[in-house]
């Protein structure tokens, strides 16, 4: 179940210019090629980890991880194979860190 909301945060991170809120459709299209990563395991792929820097990247404000929190849990509900354990390490996977817990239980206005 953690890795719902990694798999809601990988699927929403399209390029986002600053100033602009999040959406869930960027979210989303970010976060797709980590796809495999969270529900087959293995190794995330450079277009994974790119996603989850682009991610970062994409939420400088409190508001903006906490909105792209709330997409990450809503998209990772659509997957019931998701791997808990690669949700978690997804962003130590990708060589960064990151505010955003992934996890399905997350409250997400609780995010600095």
Same mark, same amino acid.
């Given at each position: 179940m953690k890795g719902v909301a990694v798999v809601t945060l990988l699927m929403? &991170? $399209?390029l986002v210019k600053l100033g602009e809120a999040i959406n869930c459709g960027q979210v989303d299209a970010t976060l797709v090629p980590c796809v495999p990563y &969270?529900?087959?395991?293995? *190794?995330? =792929?450079?277009? %994974? %980890?790119?996603?989850?820097?682009r991610l970062i990247a994409m939420t400088p404000?409190?508001?903006d991880r906490q909105d792209a929190c709330e997409c990450m849990k809503t998209a $990772? $509900?659509?997957? =019931? *194979? &998701?791997?808990p354990d690669a949700a978690t390490n997804l962003p130590s996977r990708c060589g960064v860190t990151t505010n955003i817990p992934?996890?399905?239980t997350t409250n997400c206005k609780s995010i600095p």
């Open positions: 929403v &991170l $399209a &969270l529900t087959q395991g293995g *190794n995330p =792929t450079g277009p %994974c %980890c790119d996603g989850v820097k404000t409190q508001q $990772a $509900a659509r997957y =019931t *194979n &998701l791997k992934i996890s399905p």
